[in-house]
């Protein structure tokens, strides 16, 4: 049986080859509609007086992206609200004086650019050629690819994290988080806040951080709905490794409202985790990682009046502080992990995971499904 370590090295070395030229090619094509609307504004964009609604910027270790949400009327009377990436200088003076210069496709005004002119934008386009072009040398190099057999040991290790019936939490040092964005957690708590959602904790889920190193994240819980609505907030940003292969940096919101009955309503914008399926106790949402926290608070209030319509005898768990919340938490956790040892990982499931659908995924599923049931044997 391979060692650990061969394994590990060669199913990183599988995956970063799937994910860039997978990613390549969508980067591309990302990045040439990028570059035809950019060179279209210049070419008859038409300019207007925006008013802006909003901003947030994201730090990384480098560089900072900066968005304004700005809204305008077109010279057809037609009204637009889109938010759109900017330059540094063109988000501060648009914070500070709460309008900004756009530019538009009069025949698809949601087509914008912020700022005095309209930049070429070719960053994506070269970003996903390198990513192809990389992708296939790992390919062409790449002699001895992962046996079938060790993927799907890292499978079945994966899926036993799922499985876990109870996580253990503790007090969040910010200190050990100073790669995170805490300037996010700080801007989505006052959003929060002004939803009435009020800050009850900071907390890091040790359960998590021991299973993932490498994608360590603290919660900030938050109360609303006179206690019956949980709110979190948290940022993931794996490690350099776990980029290589395919992991994505998300600055998540997840709320969720647990019912006498014993079912859940969940919304958040961790889009991703959508790939697996959700037990039946637990009705679960989850938007583009895209959309604005009070989009995802007024999609659940939407969905928890629409669940209390057609249940009317269950009613919203009302809760006072961190420990009935994290007591709560660990409920759910539990709803979860009976349903996935009862349920397994479907084929389907692990195909979107994967983003493809192949023969060999489908002996990967295969085998991780014998390794389960083997599992299961030493058990019993």
């Known amino acids: 049986m391979p060692d650990d370590k061969s394994f590990m090295s060669k199913a990183k070395k599988l995956l970063a080859t799937a994910a860039l030229i997978v990613l390549g090619p969508l980067c591309i094509v990302t990045g040439y509609k990028e570059l035809s609307n950019t060179r279209k504004l210049q070419a008859h964009g038409q300019k207007a007086e925006a008013q802006v609604v909003d901003g947030y910027k994201y730090r990384r270790k480098l560089t900072t992206s900066y968005h304004l949400t700005i809204s305008f009327q077109t010279a057809t009377g037609q009204s637009v609200r889109r938010s759109v990436s900017v330059r540094g200088d063109d988000y501060e003076k648009g914070q500070a004086d709460r309008r900004a210069t756009v530019y538009y496709l009069p025949e698809e005004p949601e087509i914008c650019a912020v700022g005095e002119t309209v930049e070429t934008k070719f960053g994506t386009l070269l970003a996903g050629i390198a990513m192809f072009c990389g992708g296939i040398f790992l390919a062409v190099t790449f002699k001895r690819p992962a046996d079938h057999h060790e993927a799907a040991q890292v499978v079945a ?27 996010w957690y700080d801007t989505s708590r006052q959003r929060l806040e002004g939803l009435g959602f009020g800050f009850l904790q900071d907390v890091e889920n040790l359960t998590a951080s021991r299973n993932n190193p490498g994608m360590k994240a603290f919660l900030r819980v938050h109360l609303g709905r006179s206690g019956t609505a949980i709110g979190a907030l948290f940022h993931i940003k794996p490690g350099f490794l776990l980029r290589v292969i395919g992991a994505k940096e998300s600055r998540v919101v997840s709320l969720d409202t647990e019912f006498s009955n014993g079912h859940w309503v969940s919304t958040g914008n961790a889009e991703a985790s959508g790939a697996l399926a959700s037990p039946p106790e637990v009705d679960n949402l989850q938007l583009p990682a895209a959309t604005p926290i009070e989009a995802v608070a007024q999609a659940h209030e939407t969905r928890v009046a629409k669940f209390m319509a057609k249940y009317p005898e269950a009613q919203p768990v009302q809760f006072h502080n961190i420990d009935e919340v994290l007591q709560a938490e660990n409920r759910q956790q539990a709803i979860k992990a009976a349903f996935r040892q009862s349920h397994g990982l479907s084929k389907g499931e692990l195909e979107r995971i994967v983003g493809t659908t192949s023969q060999d995924v489908a002996r990967i599923h295969a085998e991780s499904q014998l390794l389960r049931e083997e599992q299961k044997s030493r058990a019993a």
Do not use: M, S, T, W
């Open 157 to 183: 290790k994966e899926f036993g994290k799922l499985c876990v019936n109870q996580h253990e939490y503790g007090p969040a040092n910010l200190k050990e988080f100073k790669n995170l964005d805490l300037g």
